[in-house]
């Protein structure tokens, strides 16, 4: 179970932050998709995902070559409204500008290429 303490620790890093805050708007994502977004190399998002994972904050499914990640179902209503509270702070500040925007471009991008939904 995830502790205040912890939690607070886990989200304190500013990349694991972005991940949280692009989660809370798309349903799932695949490290690629976040590689994409975050302009960072793949191992070390997988390093901060792995961190998140390991915090009960989210989940991965593996669909062939793909892992994609959502938010843990079950983490502790507090977790959820107080990513929720950040992401108000977030919106309309630097670097969480340019992620909301690469992740529409990228949904935009996947709907004209018929890659498959995230969300399904």
């Known amino acids: 179970m995830i ?4 939690f607070s620790r886990t989200i304190a ?3 694991r932050l972005r991940i949280l805050m692009l989660l809370l708007k798309e349903e799932e994502l695949c ?3 976040l590689t994409d977004i975050l302009q960072m190399v793949q191992p070390k998002i997988s ?12 989940l991965d499914r593996r ?3 793909w892992i994609y990640y959502r938010l843990h179902p079950d983490s502790p209503i507090w977790c959820y409204k ?5 992401s108000t702070g977030c919106i309309n500040i630097e670097p969480y500008i340019n992620d909301q ?3 529409v471009n990228l949904d935009s991008y996947s709907e ?6 995230l969300a399904q």
């Open 3 to 6: 502790t205040p303490e912890s």
């Open 13 to 15: 890093d500013p990349t």
């Open 31 to 33: 490290v690629c998709h």
């Open 47 to 58: 390093r901060h995902l792995a961190v998140l994972r390991e915090n009960k904050l989210l």
């Open 63 to 65: 669909s062939g070559l």
């Open 82 to 86: 107080t990513l929720q509270s950040l």
């Open 101 to 103: 925007k690469r992740l």
């Open 112 to 117: 004209s290429k018929k890659m498959p939904n």
